[in-house]
């Protein structure tokens, strides 16, 4: 098996480097200065090069406010980019390991989704992202679409940091607690990944997201009751916290398909001591 890693420098691309590389695997990354996925002529170019056998697209757009205002970016990242990666892994004839999100969903089931569920995206990032994975699954026949929800990891931009960011500047925080999330710890998603590749599992959409779910504003409170417990926290709902982008109100995914391959995600809250003793 020789990996390439494509947004290497990612939270779930690095996670991905850094555990198939203690488990033996031949690993080679490329971040976003090595390889633009936008760029159909260089991924043409540079990526038979590599001889992969599996291909990683860790390269995403996840500023979902920003997305509203910055749809070709978007759209360019999170939907040409997969499509070029595919039609490459097709002609290389490797395997292609995409990541999607919860947001495909508009979150009005009152159940977790599964696989099979129909996605409805209620905002421009969300709309990326769909027609990210439908490009990917129409184009490549040897894929895995991969959803999840909420990622962090020790080193990166995420809602942990965000939260513990504001901590420093704010006295009172505000946060939602009208929608739902699950929290998943980017090395979980690694671990499930590989996991799917070791026993070659059927290609197709698997659920990745942490096994617990809670309100942003719950999972604030335990950000900051491991790090900044005396920082005042305030339970809002959308109309008095509104963004440029409409969330989904309940989009949590059911990792059905990997369940029955006997492949478990933890708990993303459960995680929050690992993330801390990554940063110390």
């Not at 971040?31 to 260089?42: F, G, N, Q």
């Not at 992969?52 to 860790?58: R, V, Y």
């Amino acid at each position: 098996m020789r990996i390439l890693i494509i947004g290497a420098e990612g939270q779930i691309g690095s996670s991905i480097f850094k555990r198939a590389s203690s488990s033996g695997y031949e690993v080679l990354a490329l971040a976003h200065k090595d390889l633009d996925i936008t760029d159909e002529v260089s991924i043409r170019r540079v990526l038979p090069q590599y001889h992969p056998t599996h291909i990683i697209n860790g390269a995403a757009y996840n500023a979902v406010d920003q997305a509203e205002e910055d749809s070709d970016g978007a759209f360019r990242i999170n939907a040409l980019g997969p499509a070029y990666l595919a039609l490459a892994a097709r002609q290389i004839g490797c395997v292609l390991i995409h990541y999607s999100s919860d947001y495909v969903f508009d979150g009005t089931k009152q159940t977790p989704y599964s696989e099979e569920d129909a996605p409805h995206p209620l905002s421009v990032y969300g709309r990326s992202k769909l027609l990210g994975e439908e490009a990917v699954m129409n184009i490549h026949n040897k894929c895995y679409v991969m959803r999840t929800s909420w990622v962090f990891a020790p080193k990166g931009n995420n809602f942990v940091s965000r939260v513990l960011k504001l901590a420093d500047t704010c006295k009172e925080l505000r946060f939602r607690n009208d929608l739902w999330c699950a929290p998943t710890y980017a090395g979980d998603v690694a671990h499930a990944t590989l996991a799917l590749l070791k026993i070659a599992a059927p290609f197709g959409i698997y659920h990745a997201a942490g096994s617990e779910s809670c309100t942003p504003y719950e999972w604030a409170r335990k950000i900051l009751g491991h790090a900044r417990p005396h920082i005042s926290i305030e339970a809002v709902n959308g109309e008095t916290f509104s963004t440029k982008a409409t969330r989904p109100e309940k989009p949590i995914l059911a990792n059905t398909k990997l369940e029955k391959l006997g492949i478990e995600i933890a708990s993303g809250i459960s995680r929050l001591s690992d993330y801390f003793k990554a940063n110390n």
